[in-house]
């Protein structure tokens, strides 16, 4: 009788634990925007096919799909992963999939969480004193478009890293510690490779403001430079490439908690100085001043925020210099359901890269809108 009540514990023992099931999560955000940009004093020599342009516009900004989830794999690890692709809901791109952070990794409660995979650079753990969205969301802009049309233009802002590694330390007092290695697959006629790596510290001990940094060294940077885009000599070719060492630095009050006001106002600041490989080429340096206030007296929460964007030496090229503010806002119909509005101003004196002395065109780009915004 013994020998039959052990059966079923045995066969109990046997059958594995189930897996846990993974978050289906995602973004849909769609926007209209009438867009007027101009290209005054165009070089003879820029090979630009859109010297203006007033048209009203339909985008789609950062909608995404993606799978993320863990399991443990003993009493204190856990296997973590995510897969998120972007989707152009209005239909550019050829409608494909575009990889957003996909990665396999382990956390650990006291040695903290390792991802590798695709993941996003250091430089990504510090926006929090940037607001612009949809149509203005366009840090790291940094060319005219493929067909050379007229673009907003911005400083650098890094990507997501393809061959990467991400720890993400355990917080410790408010401290948050990222560190990030990304091998360079592709060799050159030299053999010689070029690993980036970045880390990035961030102080947050929920008093109302934070301080941040993060430092990367040949990580690589949304938007290269064709010089094919900017003339038409048959022997120019190749990228200017954009390998070198960047830093960014913020912070965020939260002035309400300090000053006697009712309401609740963040004021932030981004100083970001990026020293490219390329010879002749000066340091890039940008500065974001930002506000963002919470409006009293409506049925649901709003917001109305304030950014300005200065780049000095775009693309490390000097005279090659930007200016941006955008006055928006934010009306939230439900916790995952936000419509936005903005109005915004972006100029810029465009130069060459091959020789900075050469004005290719200034460039002035004005922008009206919303968008609704729908999180699940």
Do not use: C
């Not at 490779?193 to 430092?215: H, R």
């Not at 490439?241 to 309400?256: E, H, I, P």
């Amino acid at each position: 009788m013994k020998k039959l009540l052990l059966i079923p514990a045995v066969l109990t023992m046997s059958v594995p634990t189930a897996q846990a099931a993974p978050e289906l999560y995602g973004k849909v955000f769609v926007s209209a925007d009438y867009v007027s940009a101009k290209a005054d004093n165009i070089n003879n020599n820029y090979n630009s096919k859109e010297p203006s342009r007033n048209l009203l516009e339909v985008g789609s900004h950062s909608s995404r799909l993606g799978f993320r989830g863990s399991e443990a794999i003993t009493a204190n690890n856990d296997v973590v992963y995510q897969l998120e692709y972007e989707v152009e809901i209005d239909g550019d791109d050829s409608h494909t999939f575009t990889s957003r952070d996909t990665y396999l990794g382990l956390k650990n409660p006291a040695y903290g969480e390792f991802r590798f995979g695709r993941n996003s650079s250091v430089f990504s753990y510090l926006y929090g004193p940037i607001f612009n969205r949809a149509y203005w969301d366009n840090l790291g802009k940094r060319t005219l478009n493929d067909n050379g049309g007229v673009a907003a233009l911005n400083m650098l802002d890094y990507t997501r890293q393809n061959n990467s590694a991400l720890w993400i330390a355990p917080e410790y007092n408010g401290l948050e510690l990222v560190l990030q290695y990304a091998a360079d697959e592709s060799l050159d006629d030299d053999d010689d490779s070029k690993d980036g790596y970045g880390a990035a510290v961030k102080l947050d001990k929920g008093t109302g403001y934070t301080a941040a940094l993060a430092y990367s060294k040949d990580i690589e940077a949304s938007g290269s430079i064709n010089t094919l885009d900017f003339v038409t000599d048959d022997n120019a070719e190749g990228l200017i490439n954009y390998g070198g060492d960047a830093f960014r630095s913020t912070v965020t009050v939260d002035l309400d908690k300090y000053i006697d006001i009712s309401t609740p106002l963040t004021l932030g600041a981004v100083y970001q100085q990026a020293n490219y490989d390329f010879a002749g080429s000066d340091k890039e340096k940008g500065l974001i001043v930002s506000g963002k206030m919470a409006l009293e007296n409506f049925a649901h929460p709003a917001s109305v925020y304030l950014q300005y964007n200065k780049t000095d030496n775009l693309n490390g090229i000097s005279n090659n210099d930007s200016n941006q503010i955008v006055l928006g806002g934010e009306y939230e119909l439900k916790d995952n359901v936000i419509a936005h509005a903005y109005v915004g101003q972006n100029s810029a004196d465009y130069t060459s890269p091959l020789d900075p002395t050469n004005s290719v065109a200034d460039i002035r780009v004005f922008a009206i809108g919303g968008g609704l915004e729908y999180l699940f």
